[in-house]
Structures are given as C-alpha cells and as structure tokens.
Nanobody, 129 residues
Framework: QLQPVESGGGSVQAGGSMRLSCAVS???????MGWFRQAPGKEREGVAM????????????AESVKDRFTISHDKTDNSKTVYLQMDDLKVEDTAVYYC???????????????????WGRGTQVTVSS
C-alpha cells in the first residue's frame, strides 16, 4: 500500500494563490490522482481528479473550484507527483486537503471517494478575509 504525501499547505488571504503537491513513491499502477477536502463540520468532498489515460490526462473539477483550481502531474520511472494550483482563493476553500490515488478509479469523473484506494494524511489550507 502506497501512502501519498502532501506538502504546501498553509495560510493565505482571500484572493491569493497556493500550490499543493503530493508525491507517490515506489512502484504503482496508479491510474488516477486527485484532491479531496474536508472543512470543519462538513463531509469530505472531491475537489479535482486527474485520470491518466492512454491518450493523455483527463481532468474533472468540482463546480465550486472550476476556473480557479488546476490539477496537473508529472512522473519519473518510480514516482508520480500531483499538483493542485489554487488561485483566487476564497474563505470557503478553508479545509484540510487530502491527496488521493486510485487503481480502478471507478467514478473518478464524478469525484467519488469510491475511486480512491490510498489517502494522504492531509494538509491544512486556511484562507482568511
């Protein structure tokens, strides 16, 4: 079992930007990588997913972050990294952000947690007004 490792969280003012990174090391047949978040008192929700298709990566975003967040990735022979570039951040984006990876990725386009096999421990993102 491979645990993704997030980095890049912190505090920022509304309207600012932040970039999260997530590394998955070791041999992995990871086919999708993405980000979920959980705000205090709320359920965990999907933010963005990337499916590594044969004809190129495919992406899906939650409506609340579309046009503000961008998911991307790169890879070496033995590791993959997924990024979440967050622009024009809003107070309501405050949450713990979790990196996640999957193998069969069922429901990835709908940002379903069922697509996920491995979770990171999370990184806090705080947006202040």
């Amino acid at each position: 079992q491979l645990q993704p490792v997030e980095s890049g969280g912190g505090s920022v003012q509304a309207g600012g930007s932040m970039r999260l990174s997530c590394a998955v090391s070791g041999y992995a047949s990871t086919n999708c990588m993405g980000w979920f978040r959980q705000a205090p008192g709320k359920e965990r929700e999907g933010v963005a997913m990337l499916f590594i298709a044969r004809d190129g990566p495919k992406r899906a975003y939650a409506e609340s972050v579309k046009d503000r967040f961008t998911i991307s990735h790169d890879k070496t022979d033995n590791s993959k990294t997924v990024y979440l570039q967050m622009d024009d951040l809003k107070v309501e984006d405050t949450a713990v952000y979790y990196c996640a990876t999957g193998y069969t990725c069922m429901g990835w386009r709908l940002l379903r947690q069922a697509a996920i096999d491995d979770w990171g421990r999370g990184t806090q993102v705080t947006v202040s007004s």
